[in-house]
Protein backbone atom coordinates (compact mmCIF):
# COMPACT_ATOMS: atom_id res chain seq x y z
CA UNK A 1 0.00 0.00 0.00
CA UNK A 2 1.21 3.51 -0.43
CA UNK A 3 2.26 5.92 2.40
CA UNK A 4 2.36 9.38 1.07
CA UNK A 5 0.35 10.84 -0.50
CA UNK A 6 1.01 14.40 -2.60
CA UNK A 7 -1.12 16.97 -2.98
CA UNK A 8 -2.52 18.74 -5.58
CA UNK A 9 -2.35 16.14 -7.93
CA UNK A 10 -1.19 18.89 -10.49
CA UNK A 11 -0.31 22.28 -10.22
CA UNK A 12 0.43 24.44 -13.40
CA UNK A 13 2.41 28.03 -12.33
CA UNK A 14 3.84 30.84 -14.22
CA UNK A 15 8.12 30.85 -14.96
CA UNK A 16 9.52 32.70 -11.64
CA UNK A 17 6.57 31.52 -9.61
CA UNK A 18 7.40 29.73 -6.59
CA UNK A 19 5.60 25.80 -6.28
CA UNK A 20 5.19 24.28 -3.47
CA UNK A 21 4.14 20.30 -3.11
CA UNK A 22 2.66 18.55 0.12
CA UNK A 23 3.09 15.18 0.86
CA UNK A 24 1.10 13.61 3.85
CA UNK A 25 1.81 9.83 5.51
CA UNK A 26 0.36 7.67 8.14
CA UNK A 27 3.00 5.69 10.01
CA UNK A 28 6.46 6.85 11.46
CA UNK A 29 8.91 7.12 9.34
CA UNK A 30 12.78 7.47 9.95
CA UNK A 31 13.56 9.61 6.74
CA UNK A 32 11.50 11.74 3.97
CA UNK A 33 12.64 11.91 0.18
CA UNK A 34 11.92 13.53 -3.22
CA UNK A 35 12.45 12.50 -6.59
CA UNK A 36 11.45 14.04 -9.42
CA UNK A 37 10.23 12.08 -12.85
CA UNK A 38 10.75 13.53 -16.27
CA UNK A 39 8.21 12.41 -18.70
CA UNK A 40 7.68 9.20 -17.29
CA UNK A 41 10.71 7.32 -17.21
CA UNK A 42 13.59 7.11 -14.40
CA UNK A 43 13.24 9.00 -11.27
CA UNK A 44 16.10 11.11 -10.12
CA UNK A 45 16.44 12.04 -6.34
CA UNK A 46 16.55 15.06 -5.21
CA UNK A 47 16.65 15.83 -1.57
CA UNK A 48 16.59 13.41 1.29
CA UNK A 49 15.50 14.98 5.39
CA UNK A 50 15.95 12.57 8.26
CA UNK A 51 12.75 12.38 10.96
CA UNK A 52 14.66 14.56 13.45
CA UNK A 53 15.25 17.72 11.18
CA UNK A 54 12.75 20.49 10.28
CA UNK A 55 14.37 21.96 7.27
CA UNK A 56 16.51 21.25 4.57
CA UNK A 57 17.67 23.18 1.41
CA UNK A 58 19.64 22.12 -1.53
CA UNK A 59 19.93 25.11 -4.21
CA UNK A 60 16.40 26.26 -5.30
CA UNK A 61 14.76 23.16 -3.12
CA UNK A 62 13.57 23.77 0.10
CA UNK A 63 11.72 20.92 2.19
CA UNK A 64 10.45 21.19 5.34
CA UNK A 65 9.07 17.76 7.72
CA UNK A 66 6.70 17.81 10.62
CA UNK A 67 6.04 14.47 12.16
CA UNK A 68 3.75 15.76 14.47
CA UNK A 69 1.49 16.54 11.82
CA UNK A 70 3.01 13.60 9.37
CA UNK A 71 3.35 15.95 6.43
CA UNK A 72 6.68 17.47 4.67
CA UNK A 73 6.61 19.94 1.45
CA UNK A 74 8.66 20.59 -0.87
CA UNK A 75 9.72 24.23 -2.09
CA UNK A 76 10.39 25.14 -5.52
CA UNK A 77 11.65 28.89 -5.65
CA UNK A 78 11.42 31.42 -8.33
CA UNK A 79 10.70 27.91 -11.39
CA UNK A 80 11.83 27.55 -14.59
CA UNK A 81 10.60 25.31 -17.14
CA UNK A 82 12.82 23.07 -16.92
CA UNK A 83 10.97 22.50 -13.34
CA UNK A 84 8.13 20.47 -15.44
CA UNK A 85 8.13 16.97 -14.43
CA UNK A 86 6.63 14.63 -11.80
CA UNK A 87 7.25 14.83 -7.84
CA UNK A 88 7.57 11.97 -5.64
CA UNK A 89 7.86 12.03 -1.93
CA UNK A 90 9.00 8.50 -0.62
CA UNK A 91 9.18 7.43 3.09
CA UNK A 92 11.16 5.42 5.10
CA UNK A 93 11.30 3.15 7.70
CA UNK A 94 13.19 0.57 9.25
CA UNK A 95 14.96 -1.95 6.94
CA UNK A 96 11.81 -2.08 4.58
CA UNK A 97 11.94 -0.61 1.20
CA UNK A 98 10.98 3.29 0.08
CA UNK A 99 7.11 3.86 -0.19
CA UNK A 100 6.51 6.25 -3.03
CA UNK A 101 3.46 8.35 -3.25
CA UNK A 102 1.17 9.04 -6.44
CA UNK A 103 3.20 12.16 -7.50
CA UNK A 104 2.38 15.95 -7.98
CA UNK A 105 2.40 17.10 -12.00
CA UNK A 106 4.10 20.05 -11.73
CA UNK A 107 3.88 22.25 -15.32
CA UNK A 108 5.76 25.51 -15.74
CA UNK A 109 4.61 27.86 -18.03
CA UNK A 110 7.29 30.17 -20.19
CA UNK B 1 30.55 5.88 -13.38
CA UNK B 2 27.83 3.89 -15.43
CA UNK B 3 24.18 4.23 -14.01
CA UNK B 4 21.48 2.16 -13.74
CA UNK B 5 20.28 0.44 -17.08
CA UNK B 6 17.60 -1.32 -18.41
CA UNK B 7 16.93 -3.43 -21.65
CA UNK B 8 14.95 -2.97 -23.56
CA UNK B 9 13.70 0.67 -23.47
CA UNK B 10 10.31 -0.77 -25.23
CA UNK B 11 8.75 -3.62 -25.84
CA UNK B 12 5.75 -4.73 -27.94
CA UNK B 13 4.32 -7.75 -27.53
CA UNK B 14 0.90 -10.03 -28.01
CA UNK B 15 -0.95 -10.66 -25.43
CA UNK B 16 -0.71 -14.42 -24.17
CA UNK B 17 3.34 -13.90 -24.88
CA UNK B 18 5.94 -13.91 -22.44
CA UNK B 19 8.26 -11.32 -21.70
CA UNK B 20 12.16 -10.91 -19.79
CA UNK B 21 13.03 -7.28 -18.59
CA UNK B 22 16.67 -6.99 -17.73
CA UNK B 23 18.37 -4.42 -14.95
CA UNK B 24 21.75 -3.73 -14.60
CA UNK B 25 22.06 -2.17 -11.46
CA UNK B 26 25.09 -0.12 -10.51
CA UNK B 27 27.88 -1.99 -9.54
CA UNK B 28 28.30 -2.60 -5.39
CA UNK B 29 24.83 -1.93 -4.86
CA UNK B 30 23.21 -4.94 -2.73
CA UNK B 31 19.64 -3.84 -3.29
CA UNK B 32 17.94 -4.18 -6.35
CA UNK B 33 14.34 -3.26 -6.83
CA UNK B 34 11.45 -3.23 -9.58
CA UNK B 35 8.58 -1.22 -9.67
CA UNK B 36 5.65 -1.00 -12.07
CA UNK B 37 4.27 2.49 -13.35
CA UNK B 38 1.11 2.32 -15.36
CA UNK B 39 0.26 5.56 -16.97
CA UNK B 40 -0.39 8.54 -14.88
CA UNK B 41 -0.14 6.86 -11.52
CA UNK B 42 2.90 6.40 -8.77
CA UNK B 43 4.90 3.90 -8.40
CA UNK B 44 4.02 0.29 -7.37
CA UNK B 45 6.24 -1.93 -5.58
CA UNK B 46 7.02 -5.36 -6.79
CA UNK B 47 9.90 -6.84 -5.60
CA UNK B 48 13.33 -6.11 -3.58
CA UNK B 49 16.51 -8.44 -3.45
CA UNK B 50 18.79 -7.45 -0.72
CA UNK B 51 22.28 -9.15 -1.08
CA UNK B 52 21.85 -12.71 -0.67
CA UNK B 53 18.75 -13.08 1.43
CA UNK B 54 15.81 -14.11 0.40
CA UNK B 55 13.86 -11.51 -2.23
CA UNK B 56 10.75 -9.64 -0.68
CA UNK B 57 7.88 -10.53 -3.81
CA UNK B 58 5.07 -9.13 -1.61
CA UNK B 59 4.25 -6.93 -4.21
CA UNK B 60 4.23 -8.92 -7.07
CA UNK B 61 0.45 -8.65 -8.69
CA UNK B 62 0.08 -12.16 -9.75
CA UNK B 63 2.26 -15.95 -10.19
CA UNK B 64 2.40 -14.32 -13.75
CA UNK B 65 4.84 -12.37 -12.61
CA UNK B 66 8.57 -13.64 -11.26
CA UNK B 67 12.13 -12.09 -11.13
CA UNK B 68 15.75 -13.36 -10.47
CA UNK B 69 18.85 -11.77 -9.27
CA UNK B 70 22.31 -13.34 -10.04
CA UNK B 71 24.28 -12.26 -6.42
CA UNK B 72 25.18 -8.58 -7.23
CA UNK B 73 24.56 -8.21 -10.07
CA UNK B 74 22.22 -8.24 -13.23
CA UNK B 75 18.14 -8.96 -12.35
CA UNK B 76 15.58 -10.09 -14.57
CA UNK B 77 11.57 -9.30 -14.58
CA UNK B 78 9.63 -12.29 -16.24
CA UNK B 79 5.89 -12.25 -17.18
CA UNK B 80 4.25 -15.17 -18.46
CA UNK B 81 1.05 -14.93 -20.74
CA UNK B 82 1.13 -11.07 -20.68
CA UNK B 83 -2.60 -9.36 -20.34
CA UNK B 84 -3.01 -6.01 -21.88
CA UNK B 85 -3.19 -4.51 -18.57
CA UNK B 86 0.40 -5.27 -17.51
CA UNK B 87 1.02 -2.61 -20.18
CA UNK B 88 3.07 -0.20 -18.30
CA UNK B 89 6.27 1.12 -17.69
CA UNK B 90 8.67 -0.90 -15.44
CA UNK B 91 11.34 0.58 -13.40
CA UNK B 92 14.30 -0.54 -11.69
CA UNK B 93 16.18 1.10 -9.18
CA UNK B 94 19.47 -0.05 -6.83
CA UNK B 95 20.30 1.31 -3.79
CA UNK B 96 23.91 0.58 -1.40
CA UNK B 97 21.30 -0.86 1.12
CA UNK B 98 17.88 -0.88 1.94
CA UNK B 99 16.00 0.88 3.87
CA UNK B 100 15.16 4.75 3.44
CA UNK B 101 18.67 5.88 4.64
CA UNK B 102 19.68 4.91 1.08
CA UNK B 103 18.84 7.08 -1.89
CA UNK B 104 17.55 4.87 -4.98
CA UNK B 105 18.86 5.50 -8.41
CA UNK B 106 16.51 4.19 -11.04
CA UNK B 107 16.94 3.54 -14.44
CA UNK B 108 15.35 4.74 -17.30
CA UNK B 109 12.47 2.07 -17.64
CA UNK B 110 11.35 -0.37 -19.69
CA UNK B 111 8.03 0.51 -21.64
CA UNK B 112 5.88 -2.80 -22.09
CA UNK B 113 2.84 -2.51 -24.47
CA UNK B 114 0.60 -5.21 -24.78
CA UNK B 115 -1.23 -5.64 -27.60
Known amino acids: SQQGEEDPQALSIQEGENATMNCSYK?????LQWYRQNSGRGLVHLIL?????REKHSGRLRVTLDTSKKSSSLLITASRAADTASYFC??????????FGKGTRLSVIA | GAGVSQSPSNKVTEKGKDVELRCDPI?????LYWYRQRLGQGLEFLIY????????KSGLPSDRFSAERTGESVSTLTIQRTQQEDSAVYLC?????????????FGPGTRLTVT
Open chain 2, 49 to 56: FQGNSAPD
Open chain 2, 27 to 31: SGHTA
Open chain 2, 93 to 105: ASSLGTGGFYEQY
Open chain 1, 90 to 99: ATGSGNTPLV
Open chain 1, 27 to 31: TSINN
Open chain 1, 49 to 53: IRSNE
